[in-house]
């Protein structure tokens, strides 16, 4: 029990805020800007900031649990390489699918890391959260559904799950169907139809077809679907207007990378904005663009501050909600 102490400690360093917006805040991966990424403590100070959302990524263990990772390698976050390190596969990653959840949950997890020229660890955001420090450990999607349902029960609030399968294709290769096991749980837990506070995304444009086609009515269920998209040539055909009106018959939204609302990244120029958001628009469908990063303006030249970043896209694009890392900050600026 006293691991779950210091999760009742954060809680307490903040006030839980309430306000009328019509804008989406999704907690990316938790609060992921002051805790390692989608560990309980992330997702538990997410909830004391306030958000709308929560961010699950999930992948399979070999046992068929489903787990909360950004990857379905396990080899950036946490210490599989000294734990294990002959379950290393040819490629020189560590499947999550390789490990049970018993054998998961013996790793030891960290804010994500890189390795520089001489094998050394290094963090991916050097002014975060310290590497190893601390006690934090991968948890299973039903443990962080009961977290967020308890503290909708214990705190009154109304917070949501946005669950992302992570390679989909991949399990489905490997002989497991993650998305149906994903919704599955959803189901179990309440979330049924459109009215849900749930949504399932995925990146892949063939899977949020075969879950709309197959596998919702299989489950006998219609939650809200998203359809995530980055700039590559395999969503060119979806950002057209015939593409995007294709995809609005069974989607509820899209949630596209940034720079496939402003490609232009260069300073003091026009931002040269694609028609992307008002064509969604036009459809019927939500955006819900990612990643909004206190240290985005550093690398996106139209963007001279964090606020900047939001007011860009929240007040002068409009769209409809964004991914953050920083959810306190966002929180503060849709209440000024």
Do not use: C, W
Not at 31 to 50: R, V
Not at 62 to 87: A, S
Not at 221 to 234: A, E, F
């Amino acid at each position: 029990m006293l691991k779950y102490f210091y999760f009742f400690i954060i809680y307490t360093l903040f006030t839980l805020t309430t306000f009328a917006s019509d804008k989406v805040i999704v907690a990316h991966r938790g609060a992921s800007g002051y805790l390692p990424e989608h560990t309980i403590a992330a997702k538990a100070m997410a909830y004391a900031m306030g958000v709308d959302y929560i961010e699950q990524d999930v992948v399979m263990s070999k046992d068929n649990h489903l787990v909360v990772l950004h990857d379905h390698y396990i080899d950036r976050v946490t210490d599989v390489q000294v734990k294990f390190p002959n379950r290393v596969r040819d490629d020189g990653r560590y499947y999550v699918i390789d490990f049970t959840l018993r054998e998961i949950r013996s790793l030891n997890v960290t804010e994500r890391y890189d390795f520089d020229i001489k094998g050394k660890k290094i963090a991916v955001f050097k002014d975060r959260f310290p590497l190893f420090k601390s006690y934090f450990k991968i948890h299973t999607l039903e443990e962080e559904i009961e977290l967020i349902q308890g503290l909708n029960k214990s705190t009154g609030g109304d917070v949501g799950i946005y669950t992302e399968a992570k390679s989909p294709s991949f399990h489905l290769s490997e002989g497991k169907d993650l998305s149906k096991a994903i919704l599955e749980t959803f189901k179990k837990y309440g979330y049924q139809d459109r009215t849900s506070k749930a949504f399932y995304q995925t990146f892949e444009i063939e899977e949020l077809k075969r879950v709309y086609d197959k596998v919702l009515p299989m489950l006998n269920m219609d939650v809200k679907l998203i359809q995530l998209m980055g700039n590559s040539k395999y969503y060119s055909k979806m950002i057209t207007i015939k593409g995007l009106r294709n995809l609005s018959l069974y989607a509820y939204g899209i949630g596209p990378s940034l720079n496939m609302i402003i490609p232009n990244n260069e300073k003091n120029s026009e931002l040269g904005l694609t028609d992307l958001v008002t064509n969604a628009h036009r459809e019927g469908m939500k955006v819900h663009p990612y990643t909004f990063r206190r240290e985005s303006h550093s690398s996106l030249a139209y963007a001279t501050s964090y606020e900047n970043l939001l007011d860009i896209y929240l007040n002068q694009i409009g769209v409809d909600g964004v991914f953050t890392d920083f959810p306190d900050l966002t929180v503060k600026f849709l209440t000024r």
